[in-house]
């Protein structure tokens, strides 16, 4: 069956960088949204960013322009670079696939998959 591991996270100071990686296995090919939300301890998910078959980008209002998701179909990944890191992007990262296009950043946690999350904390 699918599964999904995501690696890449990390303990970093404010203004720092990260790149998150997704590795789907046995994931088919579709014409679904893949993405990423996060949560931190307490709150409530939230949708980060997602991605199209044709490439094409959703993000978040809070994290656009300093995060970027991208795909490499060859290899059946995902990533997440994230960049001007903040205390407030504290929190585990999950890569979840399939996503509804249409839902956006909104996306349901009632459909695909996601793995076990990678931890970002980022200190003042």
């Known amino acids: 069956g699918v599964r999904i591991v995501e690696s890449g996270g990390g303990s970093v100071q404010s203004g720092s960088s990260l790149t998150l990686s997704c590795v789907l296995f046995e994931y088919p090919k579709n014409s679904y949204c893949m993405g990423w939300f996060r949560q931190a301890p307490g709150t409530e998910r939230e949708g980060v960013a997602l991605?199209?078959?044709?490439?094409?980008?959703t993000y978040a209002d809070s994290v656009k322009g300093r995060f970027t998701i991208s795909q490499d179909n060859a290899l059946n990944m995902l990533f997440l670079q994230l960049s001007s890191l903040t205390p407030e992007d504290s929190a585990r990262y999950y890569c979840?696939?399939?996503?509804?296009?249409?839902?956006?950043?909104?996306?349901?946690?009632?459909?695909?998959?996601w793995g076990r999350g990678t931890q970002v904390t980022v200190s003042p």
């Open positions: 979840q696939a399939p996503i509804v296009c249409s839902d956006g950043v909104d996306f349901s946690d009632e459909f695909g998959y």
């Open positions: 991605i199209d078959s044709n490439d094409r980008t």
